[in-house]
């Protein structure tokens, strides 16, 4: 190893390099679009090859014939891959530069290898896609771009690569360019680099290159050693699946694993899955020492204070922050078996420690990878995708895979062979209303059954509400906006609140999807989870009613017997439900807010106004027709409804 990279031994530059940021990203692309190449020409020209790794591959370049010493060598490790020179298995590499370490999962290209770029991709924080300059844009690349997208890789990096090959021209890279970003269109990835490069002669790789003067853009390594790595683990979500149950003496009962997300510290309330039963962490436990807290992946022992049946497979929660708990969901799939995934056979299922039996119960679609199209299917071929409906012979505790990667991924095994035939990503959305009934199940309080606080005795309000009226100079009320999404509420209530604002008035206005980011936050979409989310604005809207405000609510409230439970919290009339409403197809071509084209791509389901059904009320205090009048017509029809 050259010079400057050896070991050193100075603890604080160990220290230095232990504490650097890691940055993990995969290769990806068509065959000989020149992935390992481009690794090769990285470890080569920021000085991280060893000397006899070097000597090694210069001696095979030149017993091959080769013109030039090549740098793929050095991650093509099998045999098979130097006699084809293509890339057959996930090759891991490492370096580091002094800003930055790296961990390379070089990716192979061959479509018959997807099932190998999955894995290597799955922990990756930015992907390189490399596109051939001289080719153009092909397949492969799509759908290796697609597959990123799928495991909501944050980063693309597009390489156009071989730029020598095309005379560094600036018409051809910008073309790809075009041609990608058009393509991207239709992928969830929001940052996306494009680099023209040439891997063998090293332009724009490590150094800027002379031979691109019409680009201003970083180099492939500077963008690799600054690009922001938001930290992927979620801190938020406390999942600890139990690997193992200690009891060295009868004094120590300790649960071990690994904590998939959130964080803990002794004396947390925590909820001990499937069997819904709380208590309080009391120690965390490590090798060395009890730790005050613990973070996503760290491997602890929590012992807690009471005496609940814990076992393998089961998971620590926080108490009121539980996940889903179903024996019946929905995933996209890869498939990595020669042999078909067969609908209605048994697997085995392994998710987080837990492992189960599953049926895949239907295929909703494959996917077509190439046009990013859906395509009727029986059944799901190797290296293929699709959306399948699972269920399984125990109930699991998941998140969805775009919420917690941890929780919401699985793998299929052949129980037959004990080989793993295809890996999952849990989707959210369709299985709403049945995880409520499972959680049931699983022993967890349905939350219509709310808890109340015990001892709280009620405190009358410290200055009441008509005093604060007789200053305010104007009554307060309740507007209760209500209707299908896209229908038009928020805009009339935004608007008609600054014209109350304009006239000196006490406003408040609460919105569904404000509410939703936090007080909410812990709430979904299923009919349960709805009459909770209800019930609570109810609550808060009353608050601020009874501080003398004209409070505003916006929200879907779908139900007619959430809407009356609201009400009874007003005093009589002051409770003015206001239901704005036009034709489905109307709100479905406004959608502000991109819900219907999720719904019309299946990426939710349970969507009022378009496959759940929205209860009009009989005696509406108002009823607006967006189709028919405008923002600021509907305004003055409610200012009069305030003035009555």
Known sequence: MSESN???????????????????????????????????RLFYDSKSIFEDQMEAIEKSSKSSGEENVNLALLTDGLKAEREQKITIDVAYRYFA????????????????????????????????????????????????????????????????????????????????????????????????TYIPISALKGDNVVEKSDNTDWYNGSTLLHHLETVKVDASDNIVDFRFPVQYVIRPNQNFRGFSGRVASGHVRPGDEVTVLPSGLSSKVKRIVTRDEDLDIAYPGDSITLT???????????????????????????????????????????????????????????????????????????????????????????????????????????????????????????????????????????????????????????????????????????????????????????TIAKELERKLWEEGKQTVLLDGDQVRHGLNGDLGFSPADRTENIRRVGEVARLFFEHGNIVLCTFVSPYTEDREAAKQLFPEGDFKEIHITCDPKTAQERDPKGLYKKAQEGEITGLTGYDADYEVSEDPALTIDTDSISVDEAVEEILKLIQE
């Open 6 to 40: 050896g070991q050193s031994n100075n603890p604080n530059t160990d220290n230095k390099y232990l504490d650097m940021d890691l940055l993990r990203f995969t290769t990806a692309g068509s065959v000989d679009d020149g992935k390992s190449t481009l690794i090769g």
């Open 97 to 192: 530069t002094p800003k930055r370490k790296f961990i390379i999962a070089d990716t192979p290209g061959h479509t018959q290898y997807t099932r190998n770029m999955v894995t290597g991709a799955s922990t990756a924080d930015l992907a390189i896609i490399l596109v051939d300059a001289s080719k153009g844009l092909l397949t492969q690349s799509r759908r290796h771009a697609f597959i990123s997208s799928l495991l909501r890789i944050p980063h693309l990096v597009v390489a156009v690569n071989k730029m020598d090959l095309v005379g560094y021209d600036e018409k051809v890279f910008n073309e790809i360019v075009g041609e990608f970003r058009s393509f991207a269109k239709k992928l969830n990835v929001s940052d996306i």
């Open 304 to 490: 807690i204070e009471d005496e609940i049946d814990t076992s393998r497979g089961d998971m620590i929660v926080r108490k009121n922050n539980v996940p889903a708990v179903s024996n019946e969901f929905e995933a996209y799939i890869c498939w990595m078996n020669e042999k078909d995934m067969e609908l209605n056979k048994q697997y085995v299922l392994q998710h987080t420690t837990r492992t189960v039996q599953v049926f895949m119960e239907d295929l909703l679609y494959r996917m077509n990878v190439d046009s990013l199209t859906r395509e009727d299917a029986t059944k799901l071929g190797l290296n293929e995708i699709g959306r399948v409906k699972l269920k399984t012979s125990q109930p699991i505790f998941y998140d969805p895979y775009q919420v917690n990667q941890k929780t919401g991924s699985f793998i299929i095994i052949d129980p037959a062979t004990n080989v793993t035939i295809g890996a999952g990503m849990i989707r959210a959305g369709s299985t709403e209303s049945k995880s409520s009934k499972d959680t049931s199940e699983a022993g967890i309080k349905d939350k219509k059954t709310r808890q109340k606080s015990p001892n709280v005795v009620w405190e009358p309000w410290n200055i009441p509400r008509e005093l604060r009226e007789k200053r305010n100079g104007h009554k307060a009320q309740l507007l209760w906006f209500t209707g299908i999404s896209g229908a038009g509420k928020s």
